[in-house]
């Protein structure tokens, strides 16, 4: 009893110790920033419109991208198929690359020069410096969270529910409307807000492919360059406040809806 009581003691201690190196940043930002400066701040046109861009382009960028990825993570999940893990760890390949790398790979993609910016550019529309650029940018770094949330989802889902569904006659479309997919969808929802937050935290990739408009982390780091620190912290606590906000809300309503 002794041996586990110092085992559980030791685990609290190292425990503590990360919870310490994730609060103590963050505290000390909230410490150093002035109320009537983050007041200030909130109040600027420039900062409002930056958030409401960022929140708009992420929320975008998973309802679009979850068109695809959920069918997709469905197949990966109940099917087996040839070359199934290379198409597991390309799913993960933009969680271990640069996301510099990945902003160059977008831009690579959607400049005026590429097949798809030329298509774009008939119908007048240039995805370089664009709220649809930045959306792209966000979803390539974000989606693995999406999929490999839903593909747990679907894993979950009893086969024998499914083949006896199919069994008694409903169509493999009835299956996954009805069986699958509510069984699956306290992952989903996780994953989709996992690739929400995840977009809006984006830096790297956007500010190569779109430096204006500026989204919230660009502008953090513009006013950082520009002005230092001091201008720079009171952005980064009302970011935080309002991606804590949304967080937990978003969790609030999920857990409501799979009540």
Partial sequence: MQKIQLRN????????LVLLFIIAPLFGMFLSSSPSGILETAKENEVQKSIWLTLGTSMFATLFFAIGSIPLAYLLAKKDFYLKKLVLGIINLPVVIPHSAAGIAILGFISRDSTVGKIADNFGISFVGHPVGIAL?????SIP????AARDGFLSVPDKLENAALNLGASP????????????????VSG???MFARGMSEFGAVVIVAYHPMVTPVLIWERFGAFGLKYA??????????SLIVFIVLRLLSKEKSA
């Fill in 192 to 194: 989709l807000i996992l």
């Fill in 137 to 141: 940018a966000m979803a390539f770094v």
């Fill in 9 to 16: 003691t030791i685990f609290a201690i190292l425990g503590g």
């Fill in 145 to 148: 969270f999406l999929l490999n």
């Fill in 233 to 242: 912290q009171p952005v980064a606590v009302i970011f935080i406040c309002v």
């Fill in 173 to 188: 479309t009835r299956v996954f409307f009805t069986i699958s997919l509510p069984l699956a969808w306290r992952n989903i």
